[in-house]
Each structure stands twice: as structure tokens, then as C-alpha cells.
């Protein structure tokens, strides 16, 4: 008697349990008081947790700018860490607001899963074999064994690689990146190849780095970049205009440590950028000073990538294409006016 | 001095002492003990010398790398230097955040009260001297689990929904499955759940803050981690799946075909697929069956699976339970002309979970071991937290992956042999039988 | 005396008459459950459309695009379909299943007839072994294993120097053998492996039905035994052994050709048979141990030798109480075979549920495909052991 009778009533409350619909995600943000963001379970300089189980790394610190942007406080964001597999259902689901997770800017993933707002690291690409293989470009690698994770464009573009140039390769493809250097390290594989930053995270874990070198070849571009749920164009401007913020103060030279006097700066780029002249935030739908609270509490670009993936971090990122348009790379913001 | 004549028909005749006979084979001693019990017989023998050197050669090893070769002090760059032994100064170093994940610092106090009162809630419950066991089970099994959920989550602002709906729920299930005064109870229960909906539904009220000023701030489902998040799956999941499992039960032995049949089908579909599956599903398939725009906590979503999964499980083993209670106990109650709820409920059930209280233990066991499979969707349970940190460059040493591994290794291997030993206790208890 | 009418019962009203009720109840559920089913089948549908993922069978043919470790059986390219994927999966899990479930139940039932020698040490360890990789979750142990099996192992260029033909060799890439390519004429060595085995069963039926008419026994086991593997050698060698060996090559890194058992299959076969063989051994001890001791007692009686008395009145009784719980350890194993992600082995859960679900998005019927080969195994797996179970249960007077 009572199964049917429960079975009614649980139904009827499923039915009727209707949860918060996220309709304008600026106002729900608002509403819960924190920018809740999709990041990768473990790379270091992108998205890792530290000792003390805080996040940090390039990603991290996108999310915290928008925080800082939106509520002038780089904490107000929570932060969920995501595989390769789970991260588009999470932001097509609306579990994340913004999903910043080394994510390459593709065509179909554009067209299929979201907005992508911009690029936060251009990336390609590479290889990585021990030195002992006497190993000096990817083009000798025939009948090689390659490690690579799983569900990823990494195992397509190798395949695609190997094929083009008629080589042999067995491919070893984990789920984890974790999985990868361990099998790597272990000698299961000849090569390891993922994007070019995560060879030298992964490089920096490996009992001796120094035994490793990556090839020159760059088989892929790989424009990593956050990306929102289609279908608010608001959000998706706070967020393109957050990551714009970011590289246009670096190249205007506003840091953390002088955003201040800078406010007073009579310079109308600069003015405009820190929004003392204006009202460029509120057209998105944030406070006019949106960029010079990202800067206080972030700071620019140039910045958050020395601090991450930089020369002096263990992952040892030169710029590179990753430098200022200005400076020969290809950091180029369309201008906040 | 002895000497024997022998007789003309083959006989003979003794005078003197007999010669003395050797001495008995000592049945007592470590010689006779491993004479007994290892060396009796040439094939004994040889399968005690090989499984002896079997040890010598695994064991030595082994605690060399876990105890005696091992780094208990200092830091990584101690590690560093002797690679030949465990680092438990990882260990040491991160504890805290195998047990609680990334949960808010200042906040660890909450789950620090809820682990004692699980431990204690346990302990009296295993103690069979305990006064109240019964009242004290019913409150781990039914308060426990809302309280911790409250005290984890956190209470700020409670929507008026929140209480509403479980009261709702609970009056149905006392008004249904109790009788007297507590089936009142129930219809009471029942009466104030419509009563606030209706005031929410009429504006009057939309969230009360129970806590005022001193409100517990919410700790979100992503920062839970570690054993903690562990016990929370395996511990909801069966709390949920004991009921659903009683229901599939009793429904799949029902003499109402339809019933019967549903309850069987769903019964073994879950248990023919494995439980990636369920867990991928939750994670992947579950947001496309909601309406658009609802969405759920993945956590609630990885428990849900798991508690399904876990019900089909449980109802075999409760189905084992009833098919175990003697025929003559359901004529009994039917010749006494109890209706089905109250036979079930008075007569049957309370005889029936007994029996199975070993296999609701295994059951929980295996639940308890299958937890780590949620690291497959990015959720940090021990086994995920433990392999993120491995992944720290600050520890990329050698032996640190295999030391969090033995950690996480020996963490389960001491719950699940000890709930293993009280689930054989148990057994050995009700199995008065005629073992010899 | 009263008429018939008064004997039977007042008809009871709708609610109280158990039989209708049932109908009300059963009614309620369909249509509650059916709803449920609507409204998912529903949503989907919507969700499905409003995020603009695809629909339908259709990316089954379309080409795979990347590269899979070890594909036996089933040939397959980067130009491969996802059918061909799905294909490859398949046959990686049925594999590994097989050949787990066989290991596992020989392990298991040595293990469980160790715990119960009277050797001491003997049965110490295999209650240690219980208890170890019982309370251990198997996915640890699967990581275990893997870098167990791996680390200890040479690369294959400290083995081989490049352009060697290796006919043998086990170093980190695997267990490599030359390949077997039979000659013309060796199809003959496979009719008369097939003709022993008939041959076999044959004479065992002889031997039954002599063994029932005189009491003398045949030994069929030797018998059989010498028909299904030395026949086939003889007839081999007879042939003029018309088999070549082709070897593998040493390439530059690694060996080419042969054939290639990969690790992580070891790796995941250890896992899952020491998991799964400490099950199987408690259910083989309990079995055991439920045959009544009157049973051993009657046999000694009756003088039959310590080693019959196992084999023929303890064993088929404990296997009447085995079978059921044996099956679902089957069944478990089958369905944790699917923890081969976590070590790259190309096993249905890995390349289709894995890798094709993420390349194509499509997750509905990716899922539906999976569960449905996974509940097919369940199926078959339990129809087979209960057929097994009916033949040996016992027949009751």
C-alpha cells in the first residue's frame, strides 16, 4: 500500500521541487555573492591546489578577476574543479557560471557548448621524449610509443600528426594528466605530448627534469581561453571585458603596485581603462572602477602570468607568443573606449 | 635384564623387566606444535617451506620501505634524500587536508563535531550493554544524517521549502506506516507542511533565519573533500539505499505482477551495469533529464547514483532476509488477521533485518571501498585528494605517490576489516547452528 | 440447514477488497512511472535540441580519428568508425572478463581450500591474503599493480639493439612473441584438435555407461587429456610443422610486429583476479565448510581416499551452495573491468563510453550502447551459471 502511495508523493515532489532557474546570470552571481568557476583538478600554473588547499595558477587567477570586477573582492568566487570529460555539461547544466579550464577555442565548441570570451594563453601542441633517446625533432619519432591523455585534442592531433607524416606510433592515452607523467616516467612511453605549458608543468614533476627535453615541432594551435554559457550576452561581455581589462592595463603599464597613482593619471587611455572618466562599466553592467578593481586585487596580465607560469615559477614559460602585441606576441585587447 | 623363552608352540615367556619402550613423541612444544602442524607429511612440508620463504622474501621488504627504512621527520628535502623508505612527512603535512578537502579553515570545527558524534554514535550502538541502543540507532539513522547535513552545508537563510517538504514527507510516512498515535503525529506533520507551503505559496513567509547572528555560513558541496566527503557519499548512500531496498524487496516479492515485475527490473538493471556507469551518468545524463535552467549539486547527483545503486544491492540482501523468515511467521500474522502493512511491519521486517544485519554491513563495505570511483568525476573524495596532492611540484619526489597510496590503502583496509570483523561478529551470534 | 447464498461472504466494498485494490495500486504505478519517463524522455528531447547536440546513430560510421593501444581481434585504423571503436571495446572487455573470471575462480578456490589446510602457516596466509585484498578498494589496487608490473620492467632498448629479430622478450612495453602465421596445411591440425575433442566427449559417455553397467572405471581425464593435445602435436609434426613464427623487429624504440600482450591488461588482469579471487574464496570455504560433516565422516567410513572424498562427495556439494554467490562475483568482475580508464586500458568503458562520448558529445546513446553490452553480460553470465547450477542441483526424491 505504501510503496504506491510513496512513489506518488516522491514523484509529485520531484515535480514540483522547481530549483533556481538562472535566467540573467549577472543578477543570480549577484544574488549568491560569488562567481561560481569551472577549473581543471590539477595543473600547475592553470589551476592547482596549493599546500594550504587554496587555488591558484593562470585560470584561477581569470576567476578571481572576475570576482574582483564584479564585487570588488577577488574571493567571491568558489571554485570547482572539473575533467576534461564533465567541464561542458557543467556549464551548459549551469552549475558554473564561467568555466576557465585550459579549454581550446575550437569551431564546433564554440558552435556547440558556449561563448568562448578570448584567449588567457596561447598554447600548442608538443612533445616531450627523455634525452637518452637522442631524440632532436618529432619527425624521428616512428614506431614511438606515446603517452597522452584521454578525451582531449591532444590524442587527435597526434594521430593526425603521425598519420600526416606516415609514421608508426602506439598511443597510451589516460584519463589524468597525473597518470600520463607517472606512466612517462615509468617508461611505458617513448614520448609525452599534450600542450606546450603542460609539458613544462609536468616536466617540473618528473624526478629529473634535466633528463627531458621537449621538441621543437608545434603540431597544433591551441588558443586556451574561458567561455560562458550562450545566451547572455551580458555576462559574456563582463567576462571578454574582464580578460581585455587584464591584458590592456599590462600594456598601458598599470600594475597593482601603482594602480592608485595611476588613478590620478591625466593620461584619457588610462583614465578611461580605471574608469575615472566614463561609464564603460556600467554599460555591462558593473561599477565604472570594474577594471581598476581587478588590477588592485589581481593585477594585469603581465602580472598574473609571472606569477604562474613565468620564467621564475617552476614551470619557467618564457612569454613568447604570450607577450604583448607591442612586444612582438600576441596579446592584443580591443581597446576599452 | 630380561630373558625370553620361547615356547614350543611359538608363544613366549618374559622374566624380568621388558625392555623400555622409546619415549612418547612429545605432543606439547614448539617442536611438536610445527611437527603437527607444519611438517606432517612430505607435501605439508614442502608447502611450509615454500610459503616460509615466501614471506621472508616479501615481508622483510615491505616493512623496510613502510617503518624501518621510512622518513618520519623533517620535510620534502628529507624525503629527497633518503628515496629508499616511505615520507610520511607528506603525510604529516597534508593531514588535515585528506580529512577535510579544502572545506573553509576557519569552519573544520563543524565536521571535528560531527566525526566525534558519529565515532560515539557508533560505539554505542556496537556495545551491546548500551542503554537506549535501539533509541540511539534510530537517531543515528534518521537525525544523524539531516543534522549533518545542516551542520556541513551550513544555515543562514532556511527557505521555508526546506522544512516544509521533509515534514510533509515525514507525516506521510508515519501517517502510512505507523499506527496510533504517532499515525496522528504523522497527519499533524502533514497538516503543518501544507500549512507552510500555503504560506509560501501565499508570500507571507519565504525564509526564516533560525540560527540569527550566529548563523553557520555555507560551506559549498566543491570545497567538501577528503575521508570526510568519503564518508558522506558512503554513509548517505546507504542511509538512502536502506529503505529504497526494503521497498524494492517487498516489491519484488509482491503478488502484484506489475509491481513485482518493475521492482525486479529495476533491481537488476542496476545491478548489471557497473557503477562508472552510474557515476557518469549522474554526472553527464542526469542534467539533460531536468527541465531546463534546474540544476542540482553534482555531490547530490553522485549520491543519488550511488544510493540507487546501493538499493538494488541491499534489496537482494533483505530479499534473502524475507525468503529466510519461516512460512509459518507470515501465516501466523495472517491467521492473527493482520493486514499486510502491519505484518510486514510487526512481524516480518523486524525478523528479517536482523538476519541480514551482515549483509547490510558487506554491503556497506563494498560502498565504502567503491567511493574512490567518484575521483573518475572530479569529485575529491580521500583516494582524489591524496593523488591532487601527489601532484604538488614541491613534493615531486620518488617515493611520495606510493606513500600516499599505502596511506589511503591502509586508511580503508582498518575501516573495512573492522566493520568486516563486526559484520562476522554478528554472524556468529545469530548462527546458533549446529556447526561443528 | 442454509442455502448456499448465506455461506459466502458479503462482497466487500471496492476499498477493502485486496484484489481490486491491488489493480488501483499497480495502476498508480504505471502511471506514475510512466509519466517519469515521459517527462525524462522529454526533457532530454528539449535540453537536447536547445543545446544544439546531435542526435541519432548516425556518427557511428563516421571515422574515429584516433589511435587505440591494442586492438586484438578486431582490425583497426585512425580511418576507423566508431562502430569499429565500439567493436574494439567489446572485444577488450569480453577478454579481460574471460579470462579474469577463469583465473579468479582457480586462485579463489585454491586460496579457499588453503584457508581450511591444516598446515598452519598455509592457512594463516591465505586468511592474510583474505583479508588484505578484501578491505582494499580495487582501484587502488589496479594503480598498484600497474606500476608494479611496470616499474620493475626494462625499457626495450636495453634489451634489443635496433634491427634484432626478438622471437621472445618482456620488458615495459608488454609480453612480446613472434606471430604465428599457420602455413598451407595447417588447417589439418585444427580438424584434428576438433575431431579429439569430439573423440572425448564420446568416450566419456562410453565410459558412464560402461561404468554403470560393470563398475570399472575408465580414465577419461588422461584419455582426454593425451587425445586433445597430442594428437593435434602429432599430427603437426606429421604435417611438417606448417607454422612459421614471423619475430618482432626492433625499431628504433621499441619492438615491431609479433604479437603484444600490453601491460596494462596485466596489470588490470592482476587487479581484478587477487580482488576478486579473496571473494571467491570465502564463498568456497563457506561452501565447504556447509557440507555436514556427516557426509566426510560416512566417506572415511566407507574408506574412500582423502583425495576422493574432496573430489567426489565434498565438491559437488559445496558447488550447490558456490554457484549462486560465485556468479555474482562474475558479474562484479565483469563490471569492474570498466576501472580500466584509470590505467589506459582500451576496454569499452575507456574508448567508447570514454574517448568516442567525448570526441562526438553523444551522450545518450553512448550510454545507451554501453549499459545495454554491460546488462547483456549480466545476462548471459547469469544464464549460464544458472543453467550450470540446475544441472548440478540436487535432484530431490
Known sequence: MYLAKTVAISAALVASLGLAHADETLDAVKGKGFVQCGVSQGLPGFSNPDDQGDWTGLDVEFCRAMAAAIFNDADAVKFTPLSAKVRFTALTSGEIDVLARNTTWTMSRDSDFGEFVGVNYYDGQGFMVPTSLGVASALELDGAAVCTNTGTTTELNVADFFRANSMDYTVVAFEKADEVVAAYDAGRCDVYTTDRSGLAAQRSKLAKPDDHIVLPEIISKEPLGPLVRHGDSQWGDIARWTLNCMINAEEAGITSANVAEMNTSDDPNIKRILGSDGDLGSKIGLDNTFCANVITSVGNYGESYDRNVGPDTPLKLERGVNALWSDGGLMYAAPQR | MTTITKLPNGGKVYAGDLPDKPAPIRTDGLVAWMRDNLFNGVFNSILSLSALALVLYVLPPVLGWLIFNANWVGGADACRVNPDGACWPFVSARWEQFLYGFYEKSERWRIDILLWMLAIGIVLMVWEKTPGRHLIAMFMLFVYPVLAFFMMYGIVAVNVYWIAVPLLLLGVLFATLAGGFFRVIGFLLMLGGVAMLWQVGSGAVQAIHPLGDRALPIVDTPQWGGFTLTLVIALSGIVASLPLGVLLALGRRSKMPIISLLSTVFIEFWRGIPLVAVLFMATIMFPLFLPAGVTFDQLLRAVIGVALFASAYMAEVVRGGLQAINKGQYEGAMALGLPYSKMMRLVVLPQALKVVIPGIVNTFIGLFKDTTLVLIIALFDLLGIVQASIADPNWSIQSVPYTGYAFVGISFWICCYSMARYSRYIEGKLHTGHKR | ?397
Open chain 3, 1 to 397: 440447514m442454509a442455502n448456499k447464498s448465506e455461506l459466502t461472504a458479503p462482497a466487500p466494498s471496492f476499498w477493502r477488497d485486496p484484489d481490486k485494490r491491488a489493480i488501483v495500486y499497480q495502476v498508480v504505478v504505471v502511471a506514475v512511472i510512466g509519466w517519469l519517463l515521459y517527462a525524462i524522455v522529454r526533457n532530454t528531447a528539449t535540453n537536447m535540441e536547445s543545446q544544439g547536440l546531435a542526435s541519432g546513430f548516425g556518427f557511428l560510421t563516421s571515422s574515429a580519428g584516433f589511435g587505440i593501444i591494442s586492438t586484438p581481434l578486431v582490425s583497426y585504423s585512425e580511418s576507423s568508425s566508431y562502430f569499429t571503436v565500439f567493436l574494439v571495446g567489446l572485444v577488450n572487455t569480453i577478454i579481460v572478463a574471460a579470462v579474469g573470471c577463469l583465473l579468479a575462480l582457480i586462485l579463489g578456490f585454491l586460496i579457499g581450500i588453503a584457508r581450511l589446510s591444516s598446515n598452519w602457516l598455509v592457512q594463516k596466509m591465505a586468511t592474510f591474503y583474505i583479508e588484505l585484498f578484501r578491505n582494499v578498494p580495487l582501484l587502488l589496487q589496479i594503480l598498484f599493480w600497474y606500476s608494479a608490473v611496470l616499474k620493475p620492467l626494462p625499457g626495450p632498448r636495453e634489451l634489443h639493439e635496433a634491427g634484432d629479430a626478438v622471437f621472445f622478450s618482456i620488458n615495459n612495453r608488454g609480453v612480446i612473441f613472434a606471430e604465428p602465421v599457420g602455413q598451407p596445411g595447417f588447417e589439418f591440425v585444427w580438424y584434428v584438435f576438433f575431431g579429439a575433442i569430439v573423440l572425448t566427449w564420446l568416450l566419456s559417455k562410453w565410459a558412464t555407461a560402461r561404468q554403470m553397467k560393470t563398475g570399472n572405471q575408465f580414465p577419461v581425464f588422461s584419455a582426454g587429456v593425451l587425445l586433445i593435445f597430442v594428437a593435434p602435436l602429432v599430427a603437426y609434426m606429421y604435417l611438417g610443422q606448417p607454422m612459421e613464427f614471423v619475430p618482432a623487429e626492433m625499431s628504433r624504440f621499441a619492438l615491431r610486429g609479433g604479437v603484444t600482450i600490453i601491460p596494462e591488461f596485466v596489470a588490470l588482469l592482476l587487479a581484478l583476479v587477487i580482488y576478486t579471487a579473496a571473494f571467491i574464496a570465502e564463498i568456497v570455504r563457506a561452501g565447504i565448510q556447509a557440507v555436514s560433516h556427516g557426509q566426510i565422516e560416512a566417506a572415511s567410513a566407507l574408506g574412500v581416499k582423502p583425495s576422493h572424498r574432496m573430489r567426489l562427495v565434498v565438491v559437488p556439494q559445496a558447488m550447490r551452495v558456490i554457484v549462486p554467490p560465485l556468479t555474482s562475483q562474475f558479474l562484479n568482475l565483469t563490471k569492474n573491468s570498466s576501472l580500466a580508464t584509470a590505467i589506459a586500458y582500451p576496454d569499452l568503458f575507456s574508448v567508447f563510453a570514454g574517448t568516442t562520448l567525448n570526441q562526438t558529445g553523444q551522450a545518450v546513446e553512448i550510454m545507451a550502447m554501453t549499459l545495454a553490452v554491460y546488462l547483456t553480460l549480466s545476462l548471459l553470465t547469469s544464464g549460464f551459471m544458472n543453467w550450470y547450477n540446475s544441472r548440478i542441483a540436487l535432484v530431490e526424491r
